[in-house]
């Protein structure tokens, strides 16, 4: 079955950084649009980051832009988000997605980022 498995949250002072990964399996990684969303609570689940699959496009949230980067390696099937200059306001569950040809959303189960000193 489909699985998206993220890793790499944890907890972060301001200014520091984290790289998140996205594990897929069980569709054809190669053929699917992956995306990177984030949630706080009590608000709508909302998208930080989007990659084409062959990596020619990318599109950010102006929240993200200058200081994240979403990248994929489809060899691995895996999908990275690269978050730098973190500030106490990117504290969020993670959350990563894909949108496979068919047009069929997944999601992982998320993983926290939290930014405090």
């Known amino acids: 079955q489909v699985q998206l498995v993220e890793s790499g949250g944890g907890l972060v002072q301001p200014g520091g950084s984290l790289r998140l990964s996205c594990t897929a399996s069980?569709?054809?990684?190669?053929?699917?649009?992956m995306r990177w969303y984030r949630q706080t609570p009590g608000k709508e689940r909302e998208l930080v980051a989007r990659i084409s699959s062959s990596s020619s496009s990318t599109e950010y949230a102006d929240a993200a832009k200058g200081r994240f980067t979403i990248s994929r390696d489809n060899t691995k099937n895996t999908v990275f988000l690269q978050m730098n200059s973190l500030k106490p306001e990117d504290t969020a569950v993670y959350y990563c997605?894909?949108?496979?040809?068919?047009?069929?959303?997944?999601w992982g189960q998320g993983t926290q980022v939290t930014v405090s000193s």
């Open positions: 997605n894909a949108v496979l040809l068919s047009g069929s959303r997944y």
């Open positions: 069980g569709f054809t990684f190669i053929g699917s649009s």
